[in-house]
């Protein structure tokens, strides 16, 4: 890796920085993002009792909302007990709001390593161009010729697959984080549903 990097030149540094942070971001949103993170089977356990404890006091709603994203949501819906429906609606869907943002986290920075990732390894063939007629133009030596091309070749490979990975990656946890939401939603709904005793939360 390390006769990689030196051969690559420069501009190896900067892509190997993209593949090591597009990493660490994988890792933790699909940690982040696991369905019994978002909505643990502890709390939806706990739908019914919820729904029936009334008016919950502002640090059980802290509590709830630290929680996870589902608590987030559930302590809006309890929150905006006793207010009109449409005052209601904008509240919960405020708090759906803020908890996919929560769970984009970090997205438009992977979004980015796989857009800027291919053109550091453009920019590295530029390079390893310029250096090929530098060296054709100096003294037509076939090692000049034959490094910059390796720059050009290693540059671009290493851009690619740092990009194709950190972009499958970007598109995978975006419908991720839309998936995620609606089940939100559906608790949500679930949890209105059980305060009002409508069939449908049995569902």
């Known amino acids: 890796m390390g006769q990689m990097t030196m051969a690559g030149g420069w501009l190896m540094l900067p892509i190997l920085l993209c ?3 597009g990493l660490a971001i994988v890792i933790e949103r699909a940690w982040a993002l696991r369905a019994t993170r978002v ?3 502890a709390l939806t356990g706990q739908l019914a009792r919820i729904a029936r404890a009334g008016a919950l006091s502002a640090s059980d ?3 709830l909302a630290a929680h ?3 608590g987030q949501v559930w302590a809006a819906v309890a929150a905006s007990r006793g207010a009109s429906p449409d005052q209601r609606r904008e ?3 405020e708090a759906g709001r803020r908890a996919a943002h929560d769970m984009s986290r970090y997205l438009n920075t992977l979004g980015t390593i796989a857009a800027i990732a291919p053109l550091l390894g453009l920019l590295g063939t530029v390079a390893g161009m310029i ?3 530098a060296a054709l133009e100096a003294s037509g030596a076939a090692g000049g010729l034959a490094g910059g091309i390796g720059q050009a070749l290693l540059t671009t490979a290493a851009g690619l697959c740092v990009a194709i990975p950190a972009l499958a990656a970007h598109r ?3 419908g991720c984080v839309a998936e995620r939401a609606l ?3 559906r608790w949500a709904v679930r949890l209105m549903d059980t305060e009002q005793g409508s069939p449908a939360a049995a569902r």
């Open 19 to 21: 593949s090591v942070l």
């Open 39 to 41: 909505a643990p089977p």
């Open 61 to 63: 709603r802290e509590a």
């Open 68 to 70: 996870s994203p589902l």
């Open 91 to 93: 509240r919960i869907e």
């Open 131 to 133: 250096d090929v007629f």
């Open 172 to 174: 995978y946890f975006t």
């Open 183 to 185: 089940l939100l939603e």
